[in-house]
């Protein structure tokens, strides 16, 4: 571990964006990456930023939604996922989903053309002393067990686990399109965003029967199986209720057959873009610890998937993140080695575009540091804020969880007050419009700092 201006620990969503934000104030940076030499029990390259789950990075809609808001918010910062998001892009309605592979490759190639930017490929097994220079660790859920047994040895054992399934691509050219049909959902978007499989009440109940019955992959006895509530494999939920998967992603809402028009579905599974050549379908919501043949047999049994050909089967691995409200300062800082930041799901975010922002957050922290400039934290109203703001939440710590960037952890607007001086409330809709439109404005003054 070479001394330079900084070392960056992993070349995910979070420590790629870290890198750029850097590298482009001029610092030099060094990125230690343990792929290809050492693969984790869920990366299939050695591409930065690869994505292992869904290739969707969720709503784009800046103007109610949350997510949608950071993805603006990280546009106007600069930030580098966005950019080769929205060059990699593939139609699925209001969401942002790209071509997994030429996302990654983009990535790649624009961390490894920068001048400021240089690879190691290694795997890094020990925490780096103050001598070594500067470090941030965006290693990830999926961080080395050897890095991991480091980080808890110098943390006094502080960290958590949960699971996360991923869910099945199928080949398109697989689905029976007597059966199927492309809408999306209120028909938002391009209507062949989506690719849906209509169930009757009696094959949904059969459904969801097989789902509970099937054989699933068991977990090692010290092993606590804590899923993420917004990543639940698809039998879980199904364990939840018979009537679940109906309020969830097998939601019929929205849709009209357009084999049987007249006839409402009781039940829906919506199968969206997984690369730009649109080969390739993604199970939305299937995420999955069903073993490979139980998913080929049960999920055969919904309708136009009868001879369905999987490109990748549903799979399971472990998640570990710390307790980041104890660990870190605001600027996040390791308080007791500063030296030291965190960045991505490792600090307790959850999703691929929050992970670009505490990297792309820690980036900025780093660079102003190293060029001894004031830190200006993002405005607590903003997305970034309100991201930033979650992992120094100490209420309580015991039972702090990984968390989606969401209008709850915004400051509340619970109306505004009228012309003739009346306070009026708002909600829905309107309610999410002002928080998004609040944001972009609180944003601006900070993005000119930067």
């Known amino acids: 571990?070479?001394?330079?201006?900084?070392?960056?620990?992993g070349a995910g969503l979070a420590g790629s964006e870290a890198a750029w934000q850097l590298a482009k104030r001029g610092i030099n940076v060094v990125i230690h990456e343990m792929r290809p030499h050492k693969l984790s029990p869920a990366h299939k390259t050695h591409y930065c930023a690869e994505l292992v789950c869904s290739n969707s990075l969720r709503s784009d809609d800046s103007t109610n939604s949350a997510v949608g808001l950071l993805h603006q918010e990280m546009r106007m910062a600069g930030s580098l996922i966005m950019e080769c998001a929205d060059e990699c892009r593939v139609p699925a309605g209001g969401a942002l989903a790209v071509d997994r592979d030429g996302f990654a490759q983009m990535v790649t190639q624009k961390l490894q053309q920068h001048p400021n930017i240089t690879f190691v490929y290694e795997e890094i097994?020990?925490?780096?002393?103050?001598?070594?220079?500067?470090?941030i660790i965006a290693s990830g859920p999926l961080t080395s067990p050897k890095l991991i047994e480091a980080i808890l040895a110098a943390t006094d054992n502080q960290y958590l686990n949960f699971f996360d399934a991923i869910a099945p691509v199928i080949y398109k050219d697989s689905i029976n399109f007597d059966k199927a049909w492309y809408q999306s959902r209120y028909d938002k978007g391009d209507k062949f965003d989506y690719i849906n499989c209509p169930l009757d009440k009696e094959q949904y109940y059969a459904f969801v029967e097989e789902l509970l019955k099937g054989q699933k992959v068991e977990f090692h006895e010290f092993e606590k199986a804590a899923y993420f509530d917004g990543c639940l494999p698809i039998e879980v939920?199904?364990?939840r209720g018979a009537d679940t998967l109906l309020f969830g992603p097998m939601k019929p809402v929205g849709l009209t057959n357009s084999h049987q028009p007249n006839v409402k579905p009781y039940a829906v599974v919506q199968l969206r873009q997984d690369n730009k050549e649109d080969t390739l379908r993604n199970m939305v919501g299937f995420q999955t610890k069903l073993r490979y043949g139980e998913q080929e047999r049960i999920f055969r049994m919904i309708p136009g998937l009868e001879n369905a050909e999987f490109a990748r089967l549903g799979g399971i691995h472990k998640n570990t993140f710390i307790k980041s409200p104890l660990l870190l300062d605001r600027y996040l800082r390791l308080k007791n080695m500063p030296h030291i930041r965190f960045a991505g799901q490792i600090t307790g975010c959850e999703g691929y575009v929050e992970s670009a922002a505490i990297g792309l957050l820690a980036g900025y922290f780093a660079a102003c540091e190293l060029l001894e400039k004031n830190i200006a934290l993002p405005p607590r109203t903003t997305a970034f804020g309100s991201m930033l703001a979650h992992l120094q939440d100490d209420t309580n710590i015991e039972n702090y969880q990984p968390m989606n960037i969401n209008f709850g952890l915004f400051p509340t607007i619970?109306?505004?007050?009228?012309?003739?001086g009346k306070f009026r409330k708002i909600k829905g809709t309107e309610?999410?419009?002002?928080?998004?439109?609040?944001?972009?404005?609180d944003i601006q003054p900070w993005i000119t700092q930067l």
């Not at 020990?126 to 470090?135: A, E, Q, T, V, Y």
């Open 1 to 9: 571990m070479a001394h330079t201006n900084i070392n960056i620990i």
């Open 125 to 135: 097994t020990s925490l780096p002393m103050p001598k070594d220079g500067h470090f």
């Open 237 to 239: 939920m199904a364990e």
């Open 414 to 420: 619970s109306g505004e007050e009228t012309n003739n």
């Open 431 to 441: 309610r999410k419009q002002a928080y998004c439109k609040r944001a972009l404005a």
